[in-house]
């Protein structure tokens, strides 16, 4: 699928940047979690779950968008995008307003902080790049000329 | 002893970082010469992939899983990124070798503070 860029694919041109950034953040995710849940889940075992929980989401919507958001994989993109919308907001507020509530930081504190706010920012990028690149629509990215090859 | 090396592959990644921002800005793709230039940070995090295995071998400190997870990842990103610029013959290949190449030097600042600064 190396070929055929613009409307109905979430891969090619910009989506190839939105992948890159997603990929790095489920694997640094991924890692930090892993590494935690292995290494001192009895410390905070709820903010680590979680952490995991959120590195998850994040290694499906690389997966989803990189795949090209085409039929399922597309349904799979904005459930997991959603998710991570929501999750940042939910567990952010929480973590502020009840600062009590997680032993540890996870992803989603304080609105991704320990991440360079990227977890906040990212999802609704990605929600937009989802809308952007709906079937049907001549989304102009890279190549005008290219007709819609998504269902 | 270990710090140059920590500087010099800062240094590296900002360059590239700011040559691929470069084209990116002037929507090209990225070019051979560039891949060369992540050849020689990649050359970089081997020479300290060896010397810190020789440094920890000889006692030195330092969270192991941590430390070698981080540099690993840091291997990882350019070669990804060199992969993606053969795919995708536009300027989001530069903004991706950007990114990359900004991503390393963050983990080397990463790696350097794990090692314990010394």
């Not at chain 1, 999802?123 to 090859?149: C, I, K, M, N, Y």
């Amino acid at each position: 699928m190396a070929t055929a860029p613009g409307a109905g694919t979430t891969a090619h041109g910009f989506g190839r940047l939105l992948v890159a950034v997603y990929g790095i953040l489920a694997f640094a995710a991924i890692g930090r979690s892993a590494y935690q849940v292995a290494t001192k889940l009895d410390e905070a075992p709820l903010a680590y779950l979680l952490s995991l929980l959120a590195a998850g989401v994040y290694a499906v919507a690389t997966i989803a968008l990189a795949r090209g958001g085409r039929g399922r994989w597309r349904a799979v993109a904005w459930c997991a995008v959603a998710v991570e919308a929501t999750g940042v907001i939910v567990v952010g507020t929480l973590s502020v307003v009840v600062p009590g509530l997680f032993d540890e930081a996870t992803v989603w504190s304080a609105f991704g902080q320990g991440y360079g706010y990227v977890p906040l920012v990212l999802p609704f990028v990605g929600l937009w790049w989802l809308w952007h690149t709906r079937p049907g629509q001549h989304a102009r990215v890279t190549s005008p000329d290219e007709s819609t090859e998504a269902r | 002893m270990v710090l140059p090396l920590f500087v010099l592959a800062v240094a590296l990644c900002a360059a590239l970082a700011g040559w691929a921002a470069w084209f990116a800005a002037r929507d090209r793709a990225v070019i051979l010469r560039q891949l060369f230039a992540a050849g020689a940070v990649e050359a970089v995090l081997v020479v300290q992939a060896v010397v810190a295995g020789v440094l920890q071998a000889g006692g030195h400190e330092v969270d192991g899983p941590l430390f070698w997870g981080y540099l690993l990842t840091a291997a990882l990103l350019l070669p990804i990124a060199a992969a993606w610029a053969f795919a995708e013959r536009t300027r989001w290949s530069s903004v991706v070798l950007c990114v990359a190449s900004l991503t390393v030097a963050f983990l080397q600042w990463r790696l350097w503070i794990v090692w314990g600064g010394s």
